[in-house]
């Protein structure tokens, strides 16, 4: 299965095509867990913003990030209500935590840690919404999914704008290269329950 996706440039490595039919055969729950990483992404955006209040730049940018992945969270579960899929907990994959240990706990390491980690995450969502856009059998689903790409590119640059507009760019680069080869590890093994990042 050869994807017509672009590379993202953060990403060490794409998607496994395994990813991809593990993913269209579980499309309901893939859907489920998109509406959790919805959620999850209006959080770690609020979160950003009551940790460092006093940063203004990252509070104006991450405010309308909020905001939209709120709406993003509404869109999926409409799509949720359309198929009958009832809001339910799920255990989260072992991806978000994994990244999150890497964080260091002293500022500013902290900070550019975070950052940097949370658009590995968005680059990542938005290569693997490419992939359901372009696989989907649903073809309502599928264009769905595509026009959510858009912001999904939008916001994982902002994160690396923001650790460039705080950290020296040499530095945002090492940093950038550690995490991204810990991501790409991560997800090279498939995870046996289907999720968004599994």
């Not at 672009?6 to 859907?31: G, R």
């Not at 999850?40 to 609020?46: F, N, Q």
């Not at 730049?57 to 993003?72: C, D, F, G, M, Y």
């Not at 939008?154 to 705080?166: E, F």
Request: charge should be negative; aromatic fraction near 8%; proline fraction near 7%.
């Amino acid at each position: 299965m050869i994807s017509t996706t672009a590379k993202i440039n953060l990403l060490k490595k794409p998607t496994q095509d395994s990813w991809i039919e593990q993913a269209i055969a579980n499309l309901d729950l893939i859907l489920l867990d998109h509406s959790h990483c919805e959620r999850k992404a209006a959080g770690a955006a609020i979160n950003f913003m009551f940790r460092y209040p006093s940063h203004a730049p990252l509070v104006r940018k991450l405010t309308a990030i909020a905001q939209e992945e709120l709406e993003h969270f509404e869109l999926v579960n409409q799509w949720l209500d359309r198929r009958g899929i009832p809001l339910a907990p799920l255990n989260p994959p072992p991806y978000g935590s994994t990244l999150k240990a890497q964080v260091r706990p002293q500022e500013p390491h902290r900070l550019l840690d975070s950052l940097l980690m949370t658009a590995l995450i968005e680059a990542r969502s938005h290569e693997r919404l490419g992939l359901l856009g372009e696989h989907c059998p649903d073809p309502e689903l599928a264009k769905f999914y595509r026009s959510l790409m858009a912001s999904e590119a939008r916001h994982y640059g902002i994160y690396w704008v923001l650790a460039d507009t705080y950290f020296d760019r040499d530095l945002v680069q090492q940093r950038l290269d550690e995490l991204a080869t810990v991501e790409s590890e991560i997800l090279s093994t498939l995870h046996p329950e289907p999720r968004i990042h599994s």
